[in-house]
Structure formats: C-alpha cells, structure tokens
C-alpha cells in the first residue's frame, strides 16, 4: 500500500486531499508562506490521527498539523516539500458544558468562535478572545499559546488549558481530559504541548477552564494620549477587561486603508482602548470616545496592515517599564522603511510592522528584534516562531534552554517528523 492509500484506508478517500483540492491549506492567511504536500488529510476521530500518523511513519513522511490557518509566522503550512498537512477541520466535537467546574472538551477543530457560543449558552465565557476568533481552533490557540485581547483579564491560553489530549510523533496518545484542578503526578506534558506549535504531536483535544461573561453593562473608551508613560498611568484601575494601544501612525493607517471616520477629535502620539467594568479612569489631558464600536480601530489593524502588501510581522513584548523607550527606538531601526505600531498593552506586546521591506530581507527584523532582546524582551509573545523566527530564538532563549528544547524534542520525535523547520532547526 502507497502513502495515499494508507491514508485513504485511515480517514476515507473523501478526505484525502491531493491537486486543486489541496491548494486552500498549502498557503498561510497572509500569503507569505506557500508550501508543497503529498497530501492534505482530514481525520474525523482520534483513532484516525493516530492510523494518519502511523501511515506517514511507514511512508517516511513528516506532518505539519493544521487548525483555521491563520497563524502568522509560517508553521502551519508544509516548510518543504513532501510533507502531509493533517487539518483538524473534523475534529469539531464540542462536549457538555460542566457549569459546576466550569469546564468543557472541544476537539481541536473547533473554532474559537463556536466555542464562546457553545460556553455563553450555558451561562458561562471562554477566557481567550482574538480578531480571528471565527477561524482559529482551539488546537491552533493551544499549539501556539495564543494571547489576543483579554490576556489582561483571564490571562494567554495556556491559563485556560487544564489538560490536552494529543497524539504524539510515533502515533501513541496521551490523553489528560479529566479536568482536575489539581495534580501533581510527575511531568506536566499537557503544558509542554502548549505552545509547542506542532513539533511534538497534535493535539486533538483540549480540556478547558470557562470563566464568568464579561459584565453586561462594560464601558468601552478609545482616547488619546500624549505618551506611551500616560498610557501605561491608566493600567492601575479596577476592573479591567482590555487594554489595548495603537501607536499614532497606525490610527491613520486603519483609518485611511479601510475607509474609516477618524474616530477622534485631534491626532494624538498614543490610543488606548480600555474595556472596564465600571467608568474608566482616564488621563487629564485625553481625548476620548466611549462606544463599543471603537473596537474595530484596533481590531482590524491587521487588515488594514495587510492592504500594504506583505509586511514584515513583528510580535515582541518587553518589561513594562522599557515599553516607552521601546517605542520610542524602534522608528530608527526600521528605516529606511515604515512601520507601524499596535498591540496589547497590558502585556507589554506591541506588533510592530515593516511595510515597504523585500519579504527576504531579515535585516530589519534583526535590528528590531536585537533591540528587543537587549531590553529582557520577547522574540514572540503570542504569535510563536513558526518558520518565521527561528533564527532569532537564541535572543531571547540561552544556550542551555535551547538544548534542553532540543532534548525534549528528540526524545519525543527523533525522527523530526512532527512539523520540521518549525520552532527549532
Ligand atoms: P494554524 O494557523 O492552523 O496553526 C498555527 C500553528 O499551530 C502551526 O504551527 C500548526 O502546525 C499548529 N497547530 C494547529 N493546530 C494544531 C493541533 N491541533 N495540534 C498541534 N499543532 C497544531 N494570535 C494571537 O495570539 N492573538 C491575537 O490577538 C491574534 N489575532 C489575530 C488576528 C487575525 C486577523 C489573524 C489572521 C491572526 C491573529 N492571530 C492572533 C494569529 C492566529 O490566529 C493564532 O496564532 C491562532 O492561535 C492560530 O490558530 P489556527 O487554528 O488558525 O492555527
Ligand atoms: C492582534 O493583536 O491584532 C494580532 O495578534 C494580529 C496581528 O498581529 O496582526
Ligand atoms: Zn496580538
């Protein structure tokens, strides 16, 4: 039996996707990585992942798994030739909602989106929340740690995860779904499948704290600020939902690429959007709006980033007391080219985008990204490093951390099946 035909005999031909079929998962959200497959498969069951996985071990073959394809640093379409994408679309199982625990079991492919549904139908929330929440799946959150825009409230996923199940390089699976609040029998390997972007199983399954919905009667601010240090001043307020900062240029930017009105009365250097429960605290000297629809200003930065072709994608954090030094520096590192600024305030993680920069041309990023590691920061904050960042782990990674990651993914893939050139090369 062939490769396809091991595949077809563990998930049915009808999901054995091979020619134009194939084409939608071989290129990443953004269209900046293409890649090559033998074969997209699609297995609708755990046991079918582990027969896909089995199957590509006999045909020497290695995997990248795949979610909603929205990541943006590369890992989830095939790095090289020859490998087959696994699309978690049919592993979108979402269990009974446990209101006493607060807790609940999605398959992997369930969308982010379906899954707010799924908890606010039964009274209760789902901690993470991000602009491609209709697309991304709770593995792809998982398998990357997502962050997005209410870290500040119920912290990244990796707080909302209380076990996974997965199915590891050599076709075995783990499975922790038993949701105990507290465990302490031996290696954590749920949390070492969190964020670890593919390379050492796919995850089929995830066990997931639910959190109380946000107050009804929240107050949505968009305000104007004279500086990075102002907007910081506004962090120490109760009842915090969001908080979320877009740097001037990149105000005009969404503005002007996606029609919309400008949403204040006068430019200002800083924005912040602040959800709270209560009325927000704001700064003397601001200027502000309070409408929920304010939202888009800061949630459709990506589109209107993306209207400037394929921009460099840049997704650091730094201490928050480096964060205005940060700001102000990075103008000097990125020319000759534009950039443009906007991220997450409360975490210290700002996206910062080259625009104008050849696609090949790591220069700029080293010179941002060296900036950021000579400030105790982060190479990446919630995006991961895909095939993207991985020259650049070592700045924010010793040389005894990246041998001890090494270690761990040898021990569980010595083969390098799982998603190579990703994370580690
Ligand atoms: P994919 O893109 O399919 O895969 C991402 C990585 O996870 C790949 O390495 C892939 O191999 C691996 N993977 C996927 N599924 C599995 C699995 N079941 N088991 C093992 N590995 C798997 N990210 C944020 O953190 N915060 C944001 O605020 C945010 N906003 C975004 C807004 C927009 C408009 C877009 C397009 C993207 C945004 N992202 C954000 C990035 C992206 O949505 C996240 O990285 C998300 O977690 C990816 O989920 P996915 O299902 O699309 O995964
Ligand atoms: C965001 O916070 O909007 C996202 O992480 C997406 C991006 O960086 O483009
Ligand atoms: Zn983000």
Known sequence: MNLLQALAAAVG?????????????????????????????????????AAVVRA?????APMVPQGGNTGLVGG?????????????????RLGPVDRQARQVTAGSGVRVADLQRHAAAAGLAYGVDLASRDTATVGGTVATNA??????????????VLGVEAVLADGTVVSDLAGLPKDSAGYDLSGLLVGSEGTLGLVTAARLRLVEPLPAGRTTVLAG??????????????????????????MDLVCSALGLPFPLADRWPVY????????????????????????????????????????????VAVPLDRLDELVAALPDAWAPYDGYVFGHLAEGNLHVEVAG???????????????????????????????????????????????????????????????????LV
């Not at 084409?23 to 046991?47: C, F, N, S």
């Not at 962050?147 to 909302?160: K, L, P, S, Y």
Request: some cysteine; overall charge neutral; charged content about 25%.
């Open 357 to 423: 920069a050849p696609p090949g041309d790591a220069d700029v990023d080293g010179r941002i990204l060296r900036l950021v590691a000579s400030m105790g920061g982060t190479v990446s904050a919630e995006h991961g490093v895909g095939t993207a960042k991985t020259e650049w782990l070592g700045l924010c990674r010793s040389p005894a951390q990246l041998a001890a990651m090494r270690r761990i993914k040898d021990a569980l893939d010595p083969d390098h099946r799982m998603n190579p050139g990703v994370l």
């Open 147 to 160: 962050g997005g825009i209410r870290v500040v409230r119920h912290g990244d996923t990796r707080a909302q």
């Open 225 to 250: 600020l004279r500086s990075v240090v102002d907007a910081l001043g506004l962090l120490d307020q109760p009842d915090l939902l969001a908080a979320e900062v877009v740097v001037g240029p990149a």
């Open 56 to 60: 590509c071990i006999a045909a020497r």
């Open 272 to 315: 912040v959007l602040l959800e709270t429960a209560g009325t927000p605290r704001l700064a003397a000297d601001s200027d502000a709006v309070v409408d929920p629809r304010v939202w888009q200003y800061r949630e459709r930065q990506t589109e209107a980033v993306a209207t400037l072709g394929v921009v460099h994608k840049l997704d």
């Open 13 to 49: 031909e009808a999901n054995v996707l091979t020619g134009e079929a194939a084409a939608p998962y071989l290129t990443d959200w953004r269209k900046r990585y293409r890649g090559r497959a033998q074969a997209v498969v699609r297995p609708g069951a755990t046991a079918e992942v």
């Open 76 to 92: 989830s379409v095939p790095s090289r030739p020859g490998l087959v994408v696994v699309s978690t679309s049919r592993l979108d």
